[in-house]
């Protein structure tokens, strides 16, 4: 089949009825840039598999694809490169009690209304700009939440199997609520001080309670967990999918759904820079950057690393490297690592799933310096050559959770065009 737009496509009609019903409130625990709507997910997932069959992601992010497999009586695996989506997407994906969560809340907030803990500067998370970011009162009272978890933990609970998966509950809530209390404003991707912000600073309308905001906001997620009723598992491994070992997962995958990082300039990292430095994922500038370097599709590249510029194995890419290499040699080498890598995570895709089982990737075209980048089609020709044959192509819109990732993008990369929705089908 050739890479054309299906517009008649029953899959499509499929997602279209998917889109109609009520989403699951899990899906709103944590923010995330890039994140999928669910009916993606949960449509293929009705379709192509059976209950009690294994779904895998390699960029799981936050858990999209996670919590609708394990909400559709499916088994979930995935792997992440980020930890603080790997924690989000674990916590959302637990199967916690909400009797147990109701009654740990109670107490919790009791030992913060009534205990008095001692904060010293050393307590707080290193974090550039730390007062920048967030008022003194703030740190004081995240740091008195988070030690009141820790004394909950440590000293009122008996011991249990599951403690730890209850105590991220409380600790994915603390960086859940952080941008909402922080000076950065909401409703930027990037954590940034806007002037809308500075204006209501000095009218005085901004009213931060970090303490009732975290009551709010873990009283809402308690009730967040009745939805996992089958025996069915997710697990979400730390690595980086393009070097993951996979031999344990060798035929055993029923169904890939997932949507890989964009090419270049979405730095997802920096979109949740606050949550990272906070919650203590990374503790200091060459942390940060040594994780974002190994993110797919990052652009942090320093001029040593694209004096020189390799190809693909695939003659249409290699066009566009060499044509991106007398505009601008950081860009062809950007898309050059971008599609090796990629092709080691198709090839990964490929061992682990079934012959006969589908994959559909969610992904767009981007434009960059002005040139046109059909990374869902070069995918498509990675996949050709790893077993896979295109079953079918269409067009879906782009949610505004990720247009908003895409208008923010830096100066040399354009927006993007389309979102295609993909389907191969392993032979
Ligand atoms: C578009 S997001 C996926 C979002 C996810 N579907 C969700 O709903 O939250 C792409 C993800 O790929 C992750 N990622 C980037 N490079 C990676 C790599 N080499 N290995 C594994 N994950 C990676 C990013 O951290 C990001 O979470």
Redesign the pocket.
Known sequence: MEFLVNEKSELLKKLDEEKALKRAEMHSFHR?Y???IPAIPSAFIKKFTKKGGLVF?????????AVEALRNGRNFVG????PL?KNIAEVKTRKLDVNLLRQFNDKILDLIYTKEYKITEKDIPFLINRDHWFKDFVQTDLIKIKKAVDDFFENYLENSEKKDEYKKFYLMTISAILRNVSNADTRHVFPGISKRMRKLEAEGKIHIDVIASFARAIKKRAEYYDIYKDDVNAEIIL????QADVEALRGKVDLIV????YISSVR?IETLKIEMYWMEYVKNNVEYFTLAD????NDHLAKKDYETVGLTKYDEINVLIEDMKLIDMKNAKIIEVFFNNIEKVIEKMSIVLKSGGKAVIKISDSKIRKTKVETGRFMTLIAEHYGFKLKDVFLDEINNNSRSLTTARNTYSDIITHDYIIIWEKM
């Open positions: 995330y890039g994140k999928l992601d390699p960029f799981s992010g936050s858990g999209t694809t792997f992440e490169i980020n989506a690595a980086d999918s393009s997932t949507n890989p990082p997802y190994k993110m797919l599709g």
